[in-house]
């Protein structure tokens, strides 16, 4: 089995910064890639990052610029750090990874979510 435990979402003001982390850990073999998503009240998930275990990243649209998406391979870790923050940003944050377990397989694996809260 595989776990995703995600952390650092708070309430901040509209401008400020959050980072946050997800630890991936379990049965893991090879991670192909880690992201994050977000799902507002009324909305539907969307994609906000994601990162490759070689680095590529992808952002959508209303965060390039302003979010950036790392990963430590080492640790099964990825970050998101967010700055410039917008009331819009309010979500639950989720992360989730694609990886090949020890039994062999690849499978998506997701968090149970980070609150981040952007007051105006």
């Known amino acids: 089995q595989v776990q995703l435990v995600e952390s650092g979402g708070g309430l901040v003001q509209a401008g400020g910064s959050l980072r946050l982390s997800c630890v991936a850990s379990g049965s893991i073999f090879s991670i192909n890639s880690m992201g994050w998503y977000r799902q507002a009240p009324g909305k539907q998930r969307e994609l906000v990052a994601t990162?490759?275990?070689?680095?590529?990243?992808n952002y959508a649209d209303s965060v390039k610029g302003r979010f950036t998406i790392s990963g430590d391979n080492a640790k099964n870790t990825v970050y998101l750090q967010m700055n410039s923050l917008k009331p819009e940003d309010t979500a639950v944050y989720y992360c989730k990874t694609v990886c090949l377990t020890i039994v062999g397989g690849w499978r998506e694996y997701w968090g149970q979510g980070t609150q981040v809260t952007v007051s105006s």
């Open positions: 990162i490759t275990s070689g680095g590529s990243t």
